[in-house]
């Protein structure tokens, strides 16, 4: 069953048209590439499908159930996980206790004032941080966390609420190149393992022809194409406008010098 | 032109930088490579003074500039262009390209909003319009304009090609070739190797706060084993 | 009349009786005085250099029982919560004999308060709230100044025969101006049935939008103003009500204005004609003596603050004479129909309600030269100004 | 209609009056995030300055014209000198740290104008010109009123140009946005920051210097222009002069028209608009929402209390529980009022720390569990447990009720949402006389007789209290709490792992509320009376000033600041007459020596041994 289908979506802020009649839709298992320019409507819709923006027409689809203008809150409910352009995590708690709040959020347990919390969902917390390689930073604030290990500790708090959908804005942004490969292929390994469906944007090249299964491009608030990885590569309006001659953003190796 | 040597610096409690060294010629453009957390933004805040380093010098020309405040470094001529951007984002285009203005410096011809048009023409069409209103790209170009405003000598650009579009990279790299052209020399912190071995003629990379190599880009992409022991995973 | 000798007249009479206090020791008798020292320092801090020169007469002619005065004073930061806090340091650290003070209202409520659950004398000098001699009367508690019923009282026979019959009150927004007014209303009204009130403004205390108000006022077409304002807000007030001709042709009536304290920021803008209470100092023969001593020593003239510290620790020192002892019962009896000098005249501590029958003047305002002053004035003896003893004792309860 | 023509035209001067205060403390906020609560005693001074550069000027209206100049200039020199020594030293601690230094400058302006100009009113003469009226629909109309009336719209333009037509004012306009960044493009934003703090502080001294002939220098003035300038600020929206005047038109407008139409409701008038304004419009007018307004400042990670603290706290208690074999009556009357203010402390602190939501009408819960505990103690005789047990309830129900408005805000707009409830329950207290008793207060609210001696009192204060702050320590420890935190350290993040973040911010509040309301209500039979002082703006800044000094990111902060505020100020108050010189003084070293607090000072330094 699709996971999530998004049809028609429509935003304008201020008589701006930022996304404008936009569809896709995510099979379970599977990581959808969303591509374009700056400026392009990428995280518009991100914040549309994650319920941090009402779309003004259009539909978002969960799994068949209509979540459009829902609050991020229920949608993480119904099974929604995320990741920000910029890092959202608690700086004043350690890494663990990141990823316990998330999980004790998603069992329901956070109103109970008595209870320590220093021990709860304390296993499940652990396991996740060692899945996602932040084992031995577990116990240091996130506020002194490296970006790139912010990202991870975003993902294992995503990942702690069990979702069906993972919405990742930008995973990789300010992540050392090799790490960004390998993040994402941790991603996908969990994607096809748990059955998930992930949803996510990105500059680099190397990253999403690497893992995506496919690829959907935006510009000007519009799909423009989409598609397997290679018809995108090969789409010359996408290369026009988004991929130039590719020699700086990673899809081939690097060629000498230029004049100007 | 720029000699940095010992330098330790402290984010908070933690220790970030620990002796940190290299010096980058003039007309140089060196690029800061390694992985996160390694402390590549932490040395550009140093060397603009944003982050006080706890020891160390910071030879600017002929100037020990380390204790300096950031203010009395750029005027001196080292220009930095901050990875977050940091527009002023109510300020217009050409207010936020006032705010950098500085006079003029021997030897360079000094930058005017109009010769920074043609080296970046998107802004060109945007002059009244709030820095707020503005996509990733075009920001980018804005605060590297920005701060060419001050009439540098040195650049310090902290990851100019992040979250920029493959297309707008290109741009970018071409604007740094020609900035070089201009007779600027510049440091670049970059997580993007093809985009560093697109314009950059040295490296040095960092490791834990620490340098682990320098080199010239050349010799880094012929040595395999340094490029994988320190930038990939 | 005071003279000379009336001056020295408390510490001769404390002469009379001084076995028994020499008996209780030979230190100091010592008055714990809390006041509002920073909070309303254009009234205390003359009301301090009243009360000095009242210890230093004291003393200079033996004091009490050939006991010395000694006065511990504290400053309540103009919270009652504070004053009763320092009031527990005098009674249980510095042992004083017995409690004075006050300028707040509810200072002197929370004080008398304290007072009684710590069985002390509690002798209030300024606050002027009813309730502090009639609804929350106290056995232990006795106060000097007219109060707020006392001074719109005084004025009563006075704006009675004003002809004014459309009436306005400006009063600011707390428990003084509303019963100020309240009180104005009622024996205005008894005397008067006729009259009518047509407007009443209540600004905030400190906070007055003087235009607004002067408008307002005028608005309502009054021919006659019943003023309660004091301080900053009465200086706002005239100077807009001057320039807008508020008082032109129409009666006011004004409590406290007359009182130096009020009257000197007004300046060459003193308005002319009000009728007030108040003090107009260096006319008043009785006061001379006094003037002169405080004049020489402080070189300025006096307040009405001065006044009320003089005679509060005069009154004091009478009343332990007279009781020959510190102890708080014996003090009670003494200071009951507690006769005691004022520079305005004799007065006494009333049995019936522990009231000082401690009066004020009653006269008109005028300008001499740049300064506001007091014309056509007479005393009004505090015990002239009551209701009668069986509707206090109702009160009293 | 010519008496609408005369009120709107009262209105327009009285807004002119406003904005003249308010648009030096818009600026100063704008740009250098201190929330300047000195900038009332600014203008005090610009009066006595005024006062004495104008007494000696002759009359006419040019040399008035030059000494309310000069008076501007002298004030903004002033204003400099306060940033360069003081202010200066502060842009790197939390933003509220400036507000607890600018709140001991007002201490020390207090005793240095009272010791300076003594404490009578000081009024200049008004020569004729400036009593002159003009006759508008029949009413006269003063000129000085038209004259002020022309002076506010001037100012705005010239403001206006400043800031937008001079490379000054575009350099400000971008500190404003990030300082840090201006000084890395070559400004010495130093010399900015002194410049816009001497031309705020030159405004404050106009406003004073302009207010003369219509009243006088008094030494109410500091705080009777603070609040109602930081309502014309709010409301304007933070940092806009153009939403302060719009601000100051409104305020002015409403007061003119109210003072006939509701003139008992003047003094609340303010803070009910002020209220409205950030309900339907959370940043104010013309506030923008990009802008950061945050004022917890930087979060640091909370540890569980270790073995060696939990000791600590232990041994205290134990010292704090044999005091009454030791200590005197009046000693134990200090203890019993510092163990109220522990509780206090620690209850803004639950919400201005963990919660993230600084509030300046904290005193509203302590209040209204005050007046909970003695109204239904005097007025229905209920016993002193039932009172105690009301105290909090009536408080954290009232907090739920109001709470539900303010945690919808942020940053100083929810501080000062907090502020107008706060004036609203104080202006109650303080004028509904006959459920009140006004400012006179209820009394003789005391313990029955079992727990009459001051020991008792003294334990079960303790017991309460201190019982009090351990249960909200412990309620941040349990998941509510890290809930808590997770809401302050990013509500996206919060509201994206399912957490509503209203409802638990809400319910911090609640609490928070309930245990103040308890505070109050054992002060009620400690001291055995109520007065609206509880719940003034004084009251509110007390609470703020001890968790700020004991430092706001550290679970000992509340105790320690309380307990060194109300050791210093009761120290203080009977060792000298100019105790509000040596207190403001004493905060200011404070605030200079430990940045973080005085608790965080010493976590700083166990962490590093």
Redesign the interface.
């Known amino acids: 069953m699709t996971v999530l289908a998004v049809e028609g979506l429509r935003k304008s802020f201020g008589g701006v048209l930022a996304v404008d009649g936009v569809s896709f839709a995510v099979e379970p298992g599977e990581m959808l590439a969303l591509i374009g320019p700056n400026g392009a409507g990428k995280t518009t819709c991100f914040n549309m499908v994650g319920g941090q923006l009402r779309p003004d027409a259009g539909s978002v689809r969960l799994a068949g159930r209509d979540i459009g203008g829902v609050s991020p809150r229920r949608i993480c409910r119904l099974g929604v996980g995320r990741t920000f352009q910029v890092t959202a995590t608690f700086a004043s708690m350690t890494a663990r206790e990141n990823v316990q709040v998330a999980a004790v959020a998603h069992r329901r347990g956070t109103w109970r004032p008595w209870r320590s919390a220093a021990d709860l969902e304390r296993p499940a917390a652990e396991a996740l941080l060692d899945q996602v390689g932040l084992a031995a930073q577990a116990e240091r604030a996130a506020g002194v966390l490296a970006y790139g290990d912010l990202k991870r500790l975003e993902l294992a708090m995503a990942l702690a609420a069990e979702p069906r959908l993972l919405l990742m804005d930008e995973p990789t942004a300010g992540m050392a190149a090799g790490e960004r490969v390998a993040l994402m292929r941790l991603v996908r390994g969990i994607a096809t393992g748990r059955g998930l469906a992930v949803l996510f944007t990105e500059h680099d090249m190397d990253v999403v022809f690497g893992v995506s299964d496919r690829i959907a491009v935006l510009a000007r608030g519009a799909l423009i194409a989409s598609g397997a990885p290679e018809a995108i590569r090969a789409d010359p309006q996408v290369r026009a406008i988004y991929l130039g001659d590719g020699r700086t953003g990673g899809e081939r190796p690097a060629s000498g010098g230029r004049d100007c | 032109m720029l000699a940095v040597e010992g330098l330790n610096s402290f984010y908070g409690q933690a220790h970030i930088l620990h002796g940190v060294g290299f010096a980058v010629g003039s007309g140089e453009v060196a690029v800061l490579l390694g992985r996160n957390g390694a402390g590549k933004s932490t040395t550009m805040k140093s060397l603009i003074g944003l982050v006080r380093p706890a020891s160390g010098s910071v030879r600017f020309g002929n100037r020990e500039v380390a204790r300096m405040e950031p203010f009395r470094r750029a005027q001196l001529g080292l220009g930095y262009v901050p990875e977050e951007r940091r527009i002023f984002a109510e300020l217009t285009v050409m207010e936020n390209l006032d705010v950098g203005r500085q006079p003029a410096r021997d030897g360079l011809r000094p930058w005017t909003p109009e010769r920074l048009f043609t080296l970046f023409p998107n802004l060109g069409a945007m002059r009244r319009r709030p820095g707020g209103r503005m996509s990733g790209g075009e920001q980018q170009m804005l605060t590297i304009a920005r701060t060419l405003m001050g009439n540098p000598r040195f650049l310090l650009l902290d990851e100019p090609s992040e979250g920029l579009s493959p297309l707008i990279v290109e741009q970018m790299a071409a604007a740094i070739h020609a900035l070089r052209q201009e007779g600027l020399s510049i440091l670049l912190a970059e997580q993007n190797l093809h985009f560093a071995a697109e314009v950059a003629t040295q490296a040095v990379i960092l490791e834990s706060g620490r340098v682990a190599w320098t080199g010239s880009m050349a010799a880094l992409r012929a040595d395999a084993g340094t490029h994988g022991r320190y930038l990939a995973v | 009349m005071l003279t000379r000798r009336g001056l020295f007249g408390t510490a001769a009479a404390g002469l009379a009786a001084p076995a028994i206090v020499r008996a209780e020791g030979n230190g100091p008798i010592r008055i714990g005085e809390v006041n509002s020292?920073?909070a309303a320092?254009?009234f205390?801090?003359p009301y301090r250099n009243g009360w000095q020169v009242a210890v230093d007469e004291i003393n200079a002619s033996g004091g009490v029982a050939g006991r010395k005065i000694e006065v511990l004073s504290?400053?309540d930061?103009?919270?009652?919560?504070?004053a009763?806090?320092?009031a527990?340091?005098l009674l249980?650290?510095a042992k004083v004999d017995l409690l004075a003070g006050g300028f707040?209202?509810?200072v002197g409520?929370?004080m008398s308060?304290?007072a009684a659950?710590s069985n002390k004398l509690y002798v209030a000098g300024e606050p002027l709230?009813d309730?502090l001699v009639w609804e929350?009367g106290n056995p232990t508690c006795f106060r000097l100044r007219p109060s707020t019923y006392m001074q719109v009282a005084m004025m009563l026979p006075a704006a009675a025969t004003l002809k004014a019959t459309r009436w306005a009150t400006v009063a600011p927004?707390?428990?003084?101006g509303?019963?100020a007014v309240k009180w104005f209303k009622t024996l205005l009204k008894a005397r008067r049935p006729e009259v009518e009130f047509v407007?009443?403004?209540?600004?905030?205390l400190?906070?007055i939008?003087?235009?607004?108000?002067v408008?307002?006022l005028?608005?309502a077409k009054p021919d006659g103003i019943f003023n309660v304002l004091f301080?900053?807000d009465l200086?706002?007030f005239v100077?807009?009500g001057?320039?807008?001709?508020l008082f032109e042709g129409r009666d006011v009536v004004s409590v406290l204005t007359g009182e130096p304290?009020y009257l000197?920021?007004?300046?060459?803008?003193t308005p002319e004609g009000w009728l007030v209470t108040g003090y107009p100092v260096g006319q008043v023969p009785a006061a001379r003596v006094f003037e002169a001593a405080y004049q020489d020593r402080f070189k300025q003239a006096p307040r009405m603050g001065s006044v009320v510290g003089y005679t509060l620790l005069h009154s004091i020192a009478a009343g332990i004479a007279r009781a020959g002892s510190t102890d708080t019962g014996k003090l009670i009896t003494a200071f009951e129909g507690l006769p005691f000098d004022s520079p305005f005249g004799p007065a006494i501590y009333r049995a019936v309600d522990h009231q000082g029958t401690f009066g004020t003047f009653v006269g008109r305002t005028a300008l001499k030269g740049?300064e506001g002053t007091m014309t056509d004035w007479q005393y009004v003896d505090g015990k002239d100004a009551q209701p009668s003893d069986a509707e206090v004792r109702a009160l009293r309860r | 209609m010519g008496?609408l023509l005369?009120?709107a035209l009262?209105?327009l001067?009285?807004a002119s009056s406003l904005f003249l205060v308010a648009s030096g403390l818009t600026v100063i906020f704008g740009v250098t995030r201190i929330v300047n609560f000195a900038h009332g005693s600014l203008t005090m001074l610009g009066a006595y300055v005024g006062w004495t550069v104008l007494t000696r000027l002759p009359r006419d209206p040019a040399w008035f014209a030059l000494g309310v100049a000069g008076t501007a200039a002298a004030l903004a020199a002033l204003g400099a000198l306060l940033e360069m020594g003081l202010l200066r030293r502060l842009y790197r601690s939390p933003e509220l740290f400036q507000l607890l230094a600018t709140f001991g400058v007002v201490l020390i302006v207090?005793?240095a104008a009272?010791a300076t100009w003594?404490?009578?009113?000081?009024?200049i003469?008004?020569p004729p010109w400036l009593?002159?009226?003009v006759r508008i629909a029949d009413?006269?109309?003063?000129v000085?009123?038209l004259v002020l009336i022309a002076i506010g719209p001037a100012v705005l333009a010239c403001l206006w140009l400043l800031f937008n037509r001079t490379r000054w004012g575009r350099l400000v306009r971008a500190a404003t946005w990030d300082r840090e960044m201006v000084g890395a493009l070559g400004v010495d934003q130093r010399v900015l920051f002194t410049s816009v703090f001497a031309l705020g502080a030159g405004l404050a001294g106009l406003a004073g210097a302009l207010g003369l002939?219509?009243?006088?220098a008094?030494?109410?003035?500091d705080?009777?222009v603070i609040t109602?300038a930081f309502v014309v600020v709010v409301i304007g929206g933070l940092g806009s002069i153009t939403g302060a005047y719009l601000a100051s038109l409104l305020i002015g407008l409403l007061?003119?028209?109210g003072?006939?139409l509701i003139?008992?409701a003047?003094?609340v008038l303010v803070f009910v608009v002020m209220a409205a304004v950030l309900v339907l419009r959370p940043n104010g007018l013309l506030g923008r929402g990009g802008a950061p307004t945050a004022l917890a400042g930087t979060a640091t990670p909370v540890r569980p209390p270790t073995r060696g603290m939990l000791l600590g706290w232990g041994l205290l208690l134990l010292a704090a529980l044999a005091a009454p074999l030791v200590a005197?009556?009046?000693a134990l009357?200090?203890l019993t009022?510092a163990a109220v203010a522990v509780l206090f402390a620690a209850s803004l602190h639950f919400v201005m720390g963990p919660g993230g939501m600084a509030s300046f009408g904290h005193a509203a819960w302590f209040g209204i569990g005050a007046y909970a505990a003695g109204l239904s103690a005097q007025g229905l005789g209920v016993p002193m447990p039932g009172a105690l047990l009301l105290a909090p309830l009536a408080a954290g129900v009232a907090a739920v009720l109001f709470g539900a408005f303010v945690v919808r805000l942020s940053g100083v707009y929810l501080a000062m949402l907090t502020l107008a409830f706060a004036q609203i329950v104080w202006?109650a207290a303080?004028?509904w006389?006959s459920v009140t008793?006004?400012?006179?207060?209820i009394?003789?609210i005391?313990p029955p007789a079992w727990a009459s001696g001051p020991a008792v009192v003294y334990l079960l204060a303790l017991t309460l209290c201190a019982g009090g702050a351990a249960v909200l320590q412990r309620v941040l420890y349990s998941p509510f709490g890290y809930a808590l935190r997770a809401s302050r350290d990013s509500p996206l993040r919060a509201e994206a792992i399912g957490l509503d973040t209203r409802r638990i911010r809400l319910a911090a509040f609640a609490v928070a509320g309930a245990a103040a309301g308890l505070a109050g209500g054992v002060?009620t039979f400690v001291?055995?009376?109520v007065?609206p002082?509880?719940v003034s703006i004084p009251h509110s800044m007390d609470a703020l000033v001890m968790v700020l000094l004991g430092g706001v990111q550290t679970m000992a902060g509340p105790v320690v600041g309380a307990l060194a505020y109300t050791g210093l100020y009761?120290g203080l108050?009977?060792a000298t007459?100019y105790?509000?010189l040596v207190l403001g003084a004493a905060i200011v070293l404070l605030v200079l020596a430990f940045p973080e607090g005085i608790a965080g000072a010493v976590q700083r330094r166990l962490r590093r041994a």
Not at chain 3, 209 to 213: F, K, L, M, V
Not at chain 4, 213 to 216: K, L, N, V, Y
Not at chain 4, 218 to 221: H, P, Q, R, S
Request: aromatic share 10%; proline share 7%; net charge negative.
């Open positions: 020292y920073t320092p254009a205390t801090v504290r400053d930061a103009g919270q009652p919560q504070t009763t806090q320092l527990g340091e249980n650290d707040l209202s509810n409520l929370a308060d304290f659950r709230t309730a929350r927004n707390y428990e003084y509303q019963s407007a009443d403004q209540l600004p905030a400190g906070k939008d003087a235009g607004a108000t408008q307002a005028a608005g301080g900053p200086t706002n100077r807009q001057n320039t807008r001709g304290e000197l920021p007004l300046g060459d803008e740049s | 008496f005369v009120h009262t209105g001067a009285g207090q005793d009272l003594g404490p009578d009113d000081l009024t003469s008004r009593r002159a009226y009413e006269r109309f003063p000085y009123d002939p219509a009243g006088s008094n030494l109410g003035i705080l009777s109602e007061q003119a028209f003072v006939v003139p008992k003047t003094l005197g009556p009046y009357s200090i009022e202006a303080f004028q006389v008793g006004g400012d006179n207060g009394l003789g005391w002060f001291k055995g009376s007065f002082g509880f009761d108050l009977r007459a105790w509000r």
